[in-house]
T-cell receptor
Framework: NAGVTQTPKFRILKIGQSMTLQCTQD?????MYWYRQDPGMGLKLIYY???????DKGEVPNGYNVSRSTTEDFPLRLELAAPSQTSVYFC??????????????FGEGSRLTVL | GESVGLHLPTLSVQEGDNSIINCAYS??????FIWYKQESGKGPQFIID?????DKRQGQRVTVLLNKTVKHLSLQIAATQPGDSAVYFC????????????FGTGTLLAVQP
C-alpha cells in the first residue's frame, strides 16, 4: 500500500491565484482530514470528511474548500490565495475508533508559499 | 475553547537517558489521546495511543501515562537514542463519530551524543 499520497510536494503561488492540493489514500479509510502546519506550530484542522459525499469544517476552514466524491480522494481547494495561507498542508486518513484505533495516517505534506 | 498544550517546548537529553514529554489538555470530555513524532520535512508518525479508561499503556521503549484528574498526559521514552530527535505532538479527541484530533503545539526533543 502506498498509504496517503499528496501532490504537489511544493508550490509557489501568487496572491489571488487558485489551486488544488490533491490527496489520495489506498487503505479504504472512510475518514479523511486536511491539516495545516505553520512554522514551529502544531497542526490545525481545516476540513474533514467521514465518508464519500460528506464534508465538514474544522478549526480553520476560511479560504478553503473540499470535496469527497470518492472514498479514495479528498482534494483541498484554495481560492484567491493569500500570504496567510503560506504553510505546510497535511492530508490524513483513518479507519476511525470503531475500527480499533483512532490513528491518523499522514501524507508527507505539501509546502505552499504565497507571494 | 478546547486546547491541548505542552509544558516544555524544547527538551534536551543525553543519549541513553530516559525522556519525559508532558502535555496538558483542557477538554474533560476527551476520550482518546495519541502521541505523534514528526521528523524534519516529514509527516507525523504514530507512536502510541491511549483511551480514557486506561491510565498507562506501554509500547516498545515508550510509555504513555494519563492522569484524568489533572488532565495531564506524558510520553516516556526509555534509553533515548539519536534517532528519537524530533518534534513530539500530543493530540486529543472526544472519541466521537468524526475522530477529529486536536493537536498541541509540540515539543522538540534534542538528543545529545
Amino acid at each position: 500500500n502506498a498509504g496517503v499520497t499528496q501532490t504537489p510536494k511544493f508550490r509557489i503561488l501568487k496572491i489571488g491565484q487558485s489551486m488544488t492540493l490533491q490527496c489520495t489514500q489506498d487503505m479504504n479509510h472512510n475518514y479523511m482530514y486536511w491539516y495545516r502546519q505553520d512554522p514551529g506550530m502544531g497542526l490545525k484542522l481545516i476540513y474533514y470528511s467521514v465518508g464519500a459525499g460528506i464534508t465538514d469544517k474544522g478549526e480553520v476552514p476560511n479560504g478553503y474548500n473540499v470535496s469527497r466524491s470518492t472514498t479514495e480522494d479528498f482534494p483541498l481547494r484554495l481560492e484567491l490565495a493569500a500570504p496567510s495561507q503560506t504553510s505546510v498542508y497535511f492530508c490524513a486518513s483513518s479507519e476511525g475508533l470503531a475500527g480499533g484505533t483512532g490513528e491518523l495516517f499522514f501524507g508527507e505534506g505539501s509546502r505552499l508559499t504565497v507571494l | 475553547g478546547e486546547s491541548v498544550g505542552l509544558h516544555l517546548p524544547t527538551l534536551s537529553v543525553q543519549e541513553g537517558d530516559n525522556s519525559i514529554i508532558n502535555c496538558a489538555y483542557s477538554n474533560s470530555a476527551s476520550d482518546y489521546f495519541i502521541w505523534y513524532k514528526q521528523e524534519s520535512g516529514k509527516g507525523p508518525q504514530f507512536i502510541i495511543d491511549i483511551r480514557s479508561n486506561m491510565d498507562k499503556r506501554q509500547g516498545q521503549r515508550v510509555t504513555v501515562l494519563l492522569n484524568k484528574t489533572v488532565k495531564h498526559l506524558s510520553l516516556q521514552i526509555a534509553a533515548t537514542q539519536p534517532g528519537d530527535s524530533a518534534v513530539y505532538f500530543c493530540a486529543e479527541s472526544d472519541g466521537g463519530a468524526t475522530n477529529k484530533l486536536i493537536f498541541g503545539t509540540g515539543t522538540l526533543l534534542a538528543v545529545q551524543p
